[in-house]
C-alpha cells in the first residue's frame, strides 16, 4: 500500500498474494506518469468515497502530497471545511449514477489552511460488469480555467465575428487560419487561400510582407504596427490596398522552450484614409510649388524666362522632363497644326530648362501627336506606351519627338486672352506612374501661368 501511495494509486492486493506481473508493473507505472503529467488536477474516488488516486497538479493546487491524500475518506476535515463536507461529498458522488459528467464549483481548503475556488469536472468509473465502481474528479482553480474559456473565447470571436483580418501564418509563411473579414480582403474563400503562397495571393508587397513574418518569428512582435501597400489578385483584376497590420508570434504551451507555431498577423484597410492623407498633402505640395514660382517669375526681367521658371517648379515632384511647343505665325486656324519647340528641360545632366529661341524650325510632329491633338482641341491629352517592351518603348518616344526615357505624356493647351499660343508637354519615366486626372488639373494651373508669360513676352517683342 505503501508503494501504491507513493505513486499516487491504490490497489486491492493482500499480504499473501504474489506480486504482479512485470506487465502490470509496467501499466501501474504508466498509469502514474500519465496521471502525474496532466495539467489538470485530477483525484479519484471509490464507491465509498475512499481516495484512490491524486495527481502531481492536486498536490500544487492543494498542498496535500499523495501520500497523505490517498486511502482517506472524502474531504472531509482536511481538503474542505466540515460544515461543507456532507455537501461536497453529496455533489462529487452524484456522478456515480447521472449520466455524462457534471461540473461544480467548490471552495477547497489547502495544506497551510487558505481556501482556493476550483471548478470540478466528475464523472462514474465503471467496472469489468459496467456497474459504478466509483468516481474520478478532475478540477482546476477557477480563475485558471476562466482565462482559459476567455482565450478560447476571443480565439473564435476573432476567427469569427472580428471586423478586422485575422491570419494565422504557420512556420511556412502559408495562411493556416483566416477569418472572414481577412478571405474577402485576400478577394477569395476562407478555404481556398489557405497553404498557398503569399505570391499567389498578392502581386504586389508579399516579398515585404513574408520579410516581416520572418522577422516576427526570429525576433517577436514589433513595437508598433506598420503600414503595407499590397496589390490583391482579384477575378477584376489587381487591387491597391493599404492594410495596419500588427504581428504576434505563436509559441506552444507544452513545449518546456517555446516552440514558434507561426504567426497571428491582424489587419485593418486603411487604404481610403492613407489616399486621401496622400491627396492632400500633395496638393499643400503643389500649391506651395505654385506660389514659389509665381515669387520667383516676378523677379524675371524676361517673360519668357519667367516661363521657364514656371516650368521648372512644375517638374518637382510631377514630371521628369517638360517641353513648351508654340504654334507658328499664322498656323492658327489653318488646315495643319505646326509647333515650334522653343523651350525644354535638360535630357542629360539636371539644370534649368533653356530657351531654345521663338524663330526656331516647326518641330517634326506627325499626324494625330498628342501636342498636336492639344492643340486642335484646346484641351489636355494624355498618352502611354503601355505594356511595350523597353525597347519598343524608346522607339515610341523617338518617334514623338520625346526623351528616349519618356513612357507617360500629358500635353496641356497654352492659352491667353482667347487665343491658343501652343502646348506643354510634360513626361514621365518608367519608374513613375502614368497621369491622372488630377495631374492633368495641375498642368492646366501650370499652363495658364506659361501661356500668361509668352503671351507677354509676344505684346513686349511684337516682330516675335
Known amino acids: 500500500m505503501s508503494a501504491s501511495r507513493r505513486s499516487g494509486t ?3 492486493l493482500g499480504p499473501d498474494e504474489p506480486e504482479p506481473a512485470r506487465e502490470g508493473s509496467v501499466g501501474s507505472d504508466l498509469l502514474a506518469a500519465l496521471l502525474d503529467g496532466m495539467d ?16 502531481r497538479e492536486a498536490e500544487r493546487i492543494l ?31 452524484s456522478a456515480m449514477d447521472a449520466p455524462g459528467r457534471q461540473v461544480n464549483e467548490f471552495a477547497l481548503l489547502t495544506k497551510d489552511g487558505g481556501r482556493v ?24 482553480e477557477v480563475h485558471a480555467q476562466i482565462d482559459l474559456e476567455r482565450s478560447i473565447a476571443l480565439s473564435e ?31 477569395a474563400g ?28 526570429a525576433e517577436g512582435a514589433p513595437p508598433a504596427p506598420a503600414e503595407l501597400w499590397v496589390s490583391v489578385r482579384t477575378p477584376d483584376g489587381e487591387r491597391r490596398r493599404c492594410w495596419r497590420s500588427g504581428f504576434v508570434r505563436l509559441a506552444s504551451p507544452l513545449a518546456e522552450e517555446p516552440v514558434p507555431l507561426g504567426v497571428g498577423w491582424l489587419f485593418q484597410d486603411v ?19 505654385l506660389h514659389r514660382a509665381a515669387r520667383a517669375a516676378a523677379e524675371c526681367e524676361d517673360p519668357a524666362e519667367a516661363a521657364t521658371v514656371h516650368l521648372d517648379f512644375a517638374l518637382a515632384g510631377f514630371a521628369d522632363h517638360a517641353l513648351i511647343d508654340r504654334v507658328t505665325d499664322g498656323a492658327e486656324g489653318a488646315d495643319r497644326v505646326r509647333l515650334v519647340r522653343i523651350a525644354a528641360t535638360p535630357s542629360g545632366a539636371p539644370g534649368p530648362s533653356r530657351l531654345d529661341g521663338r524663330a526656331g524650325l516647326p518641330v517634326r510632329y506627325g499626324e494625330g501627336h498628342p501636342a498636336v491633338q492639344c492643340v486642335e482641341r484646346a484641351g489636355s491629352v494624355r498618352a502611354a506606351a503601355g505594356s511595350l517592351s523597353a525597347e519598343d518603348a524608346r522607339a515610341w518616344a523617338l518617334a514623338r519627338q ?10 496641356t493647351v497654352l492659352r491667353s486672352r482667347g487665343r491658343t499660343l501652343g502646348a506643354v508637354t510634360f513626361l514621365r519615366g518608367a519608374g513613375r506612374n502614368a497621369f491622372e486626372r488630377s495631374d492633368a488639373m495641375y498642368a492646366e494651373d501650370v499652363a495658364v501661368r506659361i501661356a500668361t508669360a509668352l503671351d507677354l513676352a509676344s505684346l513686349l517683342t511684337p516682330d516675335d
Open 10 to 12: 491504490t490497489d486491492e
Open 40 to 55: 489538470a488536477a485530477l483525484c479519484a474516488f471509490d464507491a465509498d468515497g475512499v481516495v484512490t488516486h491524486w495527481n
Open 63 to 93: 498542498g496535500w502530497t499523495a501520500a497523505e491524500a490517498v486511502g482517506r475518506a472524502g474531504f472531509a476535515g482536511w481538503a474542505v471545511r466540515s460544515a461543507d463536507a456532507a455537501e461536497v461529498e453529496a455533489r462529487l458522488m
Open 117 to 140: 475556488l476550483v471548478r470540478t469536472q466528475s464523472a462514474a468509473v465503471r467496472g469489468p460488469d459496467g456497474k459504478p465502481a466509483g468516481v474520478y474528479c478532475a478540477f482546476s
Open 157 to 187: 470571436a476573432l476567427l469569427e465575428d472580428a471586423s478586422w483580418g485575422v491570419v494565422l501564418v504557420d512556420a511556412d509563411l502559408r495562411p493556416a487560419v483566416v477569418n472572414a473579414h481577412a478571405a474577402r480582403a485576400l478577394g
Open 190 to 217: 476562407r478555404t481556398s487561400v489557405l497553404g498557398r503562397p503569399l505570391g499567389e495571393l498578392l502581386a504586389r508587397g508579399a516579398e515585404e510582407l513574408e520579410s516581416a513574418l520572418t522577422h516576427v518569428l
Open 271 to 289: 487604404t481610403e484614409s492613407r489616399q486621401g492623407e496622400q491627396e492632400a498633402s500633395l496638393l499643400r505640395f503643389r500649391a506651395q510649388q
Open 402 to 411: 520625346w526623351p528616349a526615357d519618356a513612357v507617360h505624356a500629358l500635353c
